[in-house]
């Protein structure tokens, strides 16, 4: 959150203020959410990294040195290189962009709610788990609209 306070995703609203990252000055600004959205996926992959882990759809964009990966090269909602073993994601780390390296990277056999930031007000980088991911301008039915 824009006040430096972690909040899970799937418990943030409509015109919460959070931090994104603005590509072109390379800084963090305070900006709010516009639209969120929630669905079920089943293509779901558990990364760990050097201090953190998590789970995410085989989509996913994460964001490194102004370059997009996710652990399927697609281009969904932005042209993503493949995510590997060895690859970094950019960080917020002690009020500055920091990096950890992926260590693994798991196929799950599960289905699950997943929920992601659609837009915000300013920028579509944004923090998740400390990790820089941009929104997922999704075509999405309004029932996933949260």
């Known amino acids: 959150m824009a006040n430096f306070q972690e909040k899970n995703i799937e418990n943030l609203k409509e015109n919460d203020e959070i931090l994104s990252f603005d590509e072109k000055t390379k800084t963090f600004q305070k900006t709010k959410i ?5 669905q079920i996926h089943s293509n779901l992959y558990e990364i760990q990294f050097e201090k ?7 989509d996913y964009p994460f964001y490194f040195e102004g370059k997009y990966y996710a652990i399927l090269k697609n281009s969904k909602y932005v042209a993503t290189s493949k995510l590997e073993i060895g ?3 950019n960080t917020f780390d002690q009020n500055k962009i920091g990096k950890e390296k992926v260590i693994s990277i798991k196929k799950l056999d599960l289905k699950e709610m997943t929920y992601t930031i659609i837009e ?3 920028n579509e980088l944004f923090l998740a788990n400390n990790l820089l991911v941009k929104t997922e301008k999704l075509a999405v ?6």
Request: glycine share 0%; net charge neutral.
């Open 120 to 122: 915000l007000e300013e």
């Open 52 to 58: 953190s882990k998590v789970i995410v759809t085989d």
């Open 141 to 146: 039915t309004e029932a996933a609209i949260k």
């Open 87 to 89: 690859n970094y994601v």
């Open 34 to 38: 516009k639209k969120l959205a929630q």
